[in-house]
């Protein structure tokens, strides 16, 4: 039997095992990561807006079934020989995953405690002004403003923005339509508003260090070791989503168990990272033109706790 080994315990490093468990049994999967609850980051917009409650976005690693749990932090990676030091010993594999969640300079954004600190903040302003720059996780920031928009319909809700990649650019042109329908002006800022709020920066864990070979979806660094979730999303320079990261995560699990369907994952695989990126864009298109971003995160939340 091979040895799957997955570093991290962010969600779609869950999802993940619980996937490769589900295709196959020719896979023993281990999860390294720090036994404890933690909320599912993506889910937190949705208990800002009350559409759902904060026990239902909380979850452990020890919950995953039929998975090898190392509750230890990783200390270093061999790429090549695809093993992962923890407490002073290795731990080998003949697939390394790491699907650790993207370094973020503040982390109050991805934690329950500091949503909740941030809702009461809010509680005593008049407007709600963000401000966003740099590598900013985009999409969900933007669910994140909806979902203040909803939990005060009476506030004024705003979106600024200063230096941003193209891609997120294009991104925000998406959303702009389905922003204004809610009430949520977005326009440029050459500086940070005084009072505006300042969402986080995102870049990459420095845990991984240079990625040698780059993929659409999800990304190599030596034979068998390959980055998953909002860690690739991050490199690859692509707004950072969770429904692009369940995406990835579908593909690799697929792509791992040989279960690829060749009329329809496989041409993803072989995109360009130009066509991905019009891909996602058009993805993303369909997903909002049609329903409103903070159900697709409940329904994704929903999915998720039931994988």
């Known amino acids: ?95 390394l995953v790491l699907a650790v969640e993207t370094a973020v300079d ?33 999409a969900w920031f933007v669910e994140l403003a909806l979902a203040f928009r909803r939990r005060f319909p009476d506030k004024t809700v705003e979106i600024r923005y200063g230096e941003v990649s193209p891609e997120a650019s294009q991104y925000l042109n998406i959303y702009a339509g389905h922003l204004k329908s809610h009430g949520i002006a977005v326009s440029s800022a050459t500086r940070r508003p005084r009072g505006a709020i300042k969402v986080p ?53 697929k792509h791992l168990t040989g279960r690829i369907d060749r009329r329809l994952d496989k041409p993803l695989l072989a995109s360009t990272r130009e066509e991905l990126a019009r891909k996602f864009l058009a993805f993303l298109e369909t997903v909002v033109g049609g329903t409103d971003p903070l159900h697709a995160l409940r329904n994704l939340l929903d999915a998720w706790r039931h994988r």
């Open 201 to 253: 920066v995102a870049r990459p864990n420095t845990l991984l260090g240079q990625v040698s070979v780059s993929l659409p979806f999800f990304e190599v660094h030596g034979d068998g070791v390959h980055v998953v979730g909002e860690e690739a999303c991050t490199r690859l320079s692509i707004p950072i989503s969770p429904h692009f990261g369940v995406l990835q995560t579908y593909l690799l699990a």
């Open 1 to 95: 039997m091979r040895r799957l080994v997955i570093v991290g315990g962010s969600p779609m490093a869950i999802l993940l095992a619980s996937l490769v468990r589900r295709l196959t049994d020719s896979y023993e999967v281990v999860l390294i990561e720090r036994a404890g609850d933690r909320p599912v980051a993506f889910a937190l917009p949705l208990v800002v807006a009350n559409v759902a409650d904060a026990s239902e976005v909380m979850y452990n690693p020890r919950e995953v079934r039929g998975v090898s749990l190392v509750d230890a932090e990783v200390e270093a990676v061999d790429y090549t020989g695809r093993k992962v030091q923890v407490d002073g010993e290795r731990v080998a594999g003949d697939v």
């Open 106 to 138: 503040e982390k109050a954004f991805l934690d329950l405690g500091g949503m909740l600190d941030l809702v009461k903040v809010a509680e005593s302003l008049d407007t709600l002004s963000f401000f966003m720059s740099g590598a900013t996780p985009l």
